[in-house]
């Protein structure tokens, strides 16, 4: 018998980039049939993650870390989570894949290949802290619908790429420029191609920023496909909504971006406290920009025994969108009295700062320790919930893990 190749070419040039080897045997594939390792669940371990990153939907895929799986400096491909609003493109060509900017205020629309890019522009390298607007969303009540992230959607990775400002320089921003909007190729749930998943942006003032990149390397390889390769926006400190995946297309626009997910209760919050389940009008709603100071516990894992008169180090990481954590304390009386951490500075602007502190604990029993930033502007992050918000954003409460000594 006769075999025929009838593989598509994209689909081996995709296939390298997901599964991170060669197709042997390729070219026997009948015609149609899609590799079980390109089909969803993927069975090599779920995107090349730890096996404890926890999966809050397949469809889209969503996956979260916890606390301690997010204990490197720089995080790892395998602890970083994964938020999708649509489904992630499979044939992904980086020959030629090409990005537009184009919008109201472009002085010339361009379209530039990933060669150009890389070539034309100077590249740089920042480590970036990335956070779902939603992370922390599970505690909220009423609940929000949508993903119930705990408190694992947060990373900061390394990212290397060119400023976004340079590119736009390039093409000319005229001066009626007011915000850049962002539009990738990943297909819309219903399938319906003329529907984006989400296409969100950022003010010029953001968008002009040193450390807004356009990356193709996280961690020093190229993006890892549900990260966005080949090609993604980096806006650390924001939500990382922002941060466009699969980009192909940046509008310069002469108004507020109104692409899907910037409009109505979309990554916005009451610009006034509201009391819980109230209703709020669009109007009183405003977008999401700098996110509010955070941390986490990165180290013990929430559980651990240890033994009496025996000192315990702990580490974790704080952020504080684009402001600096100042200060960070610890508490392991339920917040009645705080100790001062150390606080390492960032690598670089909008990245995350490392702290630990060695506790000594009066006497065997339980505890709890809960961790407390705060920013440059001396703002703390609440004990336990901030406030209520229609869509459950901004969570930014105490990380606590739960102790005993025996
Ligand atoms: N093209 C595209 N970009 C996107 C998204 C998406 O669904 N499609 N999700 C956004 C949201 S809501 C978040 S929180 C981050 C998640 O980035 P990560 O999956 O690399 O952690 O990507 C953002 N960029
Ligand atoms: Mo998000």
Known sequence: MKRRSFVKKTVLSSFAAII???LIFGANMMEGYTPLALQEPNPFK?????????????????????AHLLDDKV???SSMFIRNNGKIPEEINPETWTLTIDGEAVKNKKTYTLADLKSTFKQHTYQLTLECGGNGRSEFDP????????????????????????????????????YI????????????????????????????????????QMNGEAIPLAHGYPLRLIAGGWPASVSGKWLNRISIRDKVHDGTKMMGTAYRVPKNPVAPGEKVKDEDMGIIESMPVKSLITYPKTGATLKENQPLEIRGHAWAGELEVEKMEYSIDFGA???TCLVEKPANRLAWQHFSASINFPKKGYYEIWAKAIDSNNIAQPMLLPGWNPKGYLNNACHRIAIKVV
């Not at 976004?164 to 921003?173: F, T, V």
């Not at 219903?190 to 990149?213: F, H, N, V, W, Y």
Request: charged share 20%.
């Open 20 to 22: 991170g080897t060669e």
């Open 46 to 66: 779920l995107f090349s993650k730890n096996k404890e990153m926890l999966v809050l939907n397949d469809k889209p895929w969503n996956i979260e870390a916890q």
């Open 75 to 77: 995080t790892p491909n």
């Open 143 to 178: 609940p929000a619908k949508g993903n119930q992230w705990t408190i694992g959607a947060v990373h900061c990775a390394s990212w290397t790429g060119i400023r976004l400002r340079d590119i736009l320089e390039d093409a000319g921003i005229k001066s009626n420029a007011v």
């Open 181 to 216: 909007g962002y539009h990738a190729v990943d297909a819309h749930l219903s399938g319906d191609p003329s529907k984006e998943p989400i296409s969100r942006g950022c003010p010029m003032s953001k968008a002009l920023q040193d450390e807004t990149i356009l990356a193709f």
């Open 337 to 339: 009295t705080w100790t």
